[in-house]
Structure formats: C-alpha cells, structure tokens
C-alpha cells in the first residue's frame, strides 16, 4: 500500500520511497529510512491504524486521484488534514462539503504542484 506522510515524521526500515515531498528544507541522508511530510512511501502494513485522537498522519495513496479515501474519513480527521495541509476550510460544514472541500483543496494543490515542474 501507498501512504502519504500528512504530518511529522515516519521511519520505517521496511518502507520504499515512492516520491519524495518537494519541500527543499529537507536534509536527506541516503540510507536514513525517515519519511517527512509530503513523501509518498509503499509499505506492507496499515498505516491507517496508526491514525489515532481524531489526527490524520498517514493518508492511503488510491491510483484514481487525490482524495479519493475522505469519505470514509471523520469530520475531525478531514479537519486536521486541513489544517495540516494548510488549508483555507470554513468552519462548521457539513460532512459531504467538507469532503468536496478538502479533495478540491488537494487536486489544486496537486496541479500547482505539477505546474511548478
């Protein structure tokens, strides 16, 4: 399975590296195993269920597109994604404009990314 790293640090001897984040404050050591925010890794284990408290760290990567796993997500977990995506979400929505909310947050996100290149 593919994960993205949300938030904080991950290391994880077992993980391979997909796609880095594209933060270049990033010191990297070859050989480290230690994923940082934005790095898409490919691991055996359900990282999911290290997602605890109502706190999205670990978010499952789908081949269909960004977002594609918020619906099965709480109102508090899409929130602290977020929040941890930094992004512009009003308060008080309900589940399915959250969920429109946010995965519109990440395929903008997404698109500015590849523009970037």
Do not use: W
Not at 46 to 72: A, I, Q, Y
Not at 77 to 97: G, N, S, T, V
């Amino acid at each position: 399975m593919q994960f993205e790293l949300i938030h904080g640090l991950h290391s994880d001897r077992k993980a391979t590296m997909i796609k880095p984040s594209e933060d270049k404050g990033i010191a990297r050591v070859e050989g480290d195993h230690t994923f940082y925010k934005g790095d898409v890794f490919e691991t055996d284990v359900d990282l999911r269920k290290l997602n605890e408290g109502g706190t999205t760290k670990f978010r499952l990567v789908t081949d269909s597109g960004p977002g594609d796993e918020l619906e099965s997500m709480t109102v508090a977990a899409l929130y602290d994604l977020a929040e941890a995506e930094e992004f512009d979400i009003p308060p008080k929505l309900r589940k399915a404009q959250l969920v429109r909310a946010v995965r519109a947050s990440l395929e903008l996100k997404s698109v500015t990314a590849e523009a970037t290149l």
